[in-house]
């Protein structure tokens, strides 16, 4: 079974502070990774993605994360955040032997105070 | 393009009762997943369908069921509605199974 931990359950930062959210996975095989954005009203949006290669990958909106397999981990990273960053962030996995089932992990509240 | 969209937005139903939600998937997409949201919790997988066959299902009861069409629009429906079933339900759609997937806006279900 796959399983995802976010560890940081609420986050404020002010503008222009950097940003990084944990999200480690629990899964013996090869995954794919995924974070989503859910701004305050608004649905689940897909904010990056990792299938294979590169294991640093850039997504939507400045924001970016690193695969490291070793540590079962996809942090999600952004250098400067906007008050408009204010959202709920969820990491995903998928593993290639659970069919395409997403498990997320509980989320993370961002908060950023301008 | 038109995204996912899902239909009713909101919906109230009592314990015991039947309720059917709908899904139209992305234009071009074959796939597509159902999740349930409780407040405060990511989305947790009920069940996905591929090409109009139920291709995974996650840890729900059996009065959890879906269809496809043919157009790849689908249904999730749940039986002996209980309380614990309010949430949000989320429809996701994909271009095929391994690919990512696009959610809906959501429905939605308070059960009194």
């Known amino acids: 079974a796959q399983s995802v931990s976010q560890h940081n359950h609420h986050v404020i930062l002010s503008e222009a502070a950097s940003l990084e959210l944990g999200c480690n996975y629990s899964?013996?095989?090869?995954?794919?990774l995924f974070w989503y954005v859910q701004y305050p009203g608004q649905h689940l949006q897909l904010l990056l993605k990792y299938f294979s290669g590169d294991p640093l990958v850039k997504g939507i909106k400045g924001f970016e994360a690193e695969f490291i397999k070793s540590k079962f981990s996809f942090n999600l990273r952004k250098p400067s955040v906007q008050w408009s960053d204010t959202a709920e962030y969820f990491c995903a996995v998928n593993g290639n032997n659970a069919g395409n089932m997403l498990t997320f992990g509980g989320g993370t509240r961002l908060m950023v105070k301008p | 393009e038109t995204g996912v969209t899902q239909s009713p937005t909101h919906l109230i139903k009592t314990r015991g009762q039947q309720v059917t939600l709908r899904c139209s998937s992305q234009s071009g997409h074959n796939t597509v997943s159902w999740y349930q949201q409780a407040l405060g919790q990511g989305p947790q997988f009920i069940f996905q369908y591929y090409r109009e066959e139920e291709n995974g299902r996650g840890n729900f009861p059996p009065r959890f069921s879906g269809l496809q069409f043919p157009n790849y629009s689908s249904e999730l429906n749940v039986n002996a509605l209980e309380l614990g079933d309010s949430a949000l339900y989320l429809c996701a759609s994909s271009w095929d199974k391994a690919y990512e997937q696009y959610f809906g806006p959501g429905t939605r279900l308070t059960v009194t």
């Open positions: 899964y013996g095989g090869t995954v794919n």
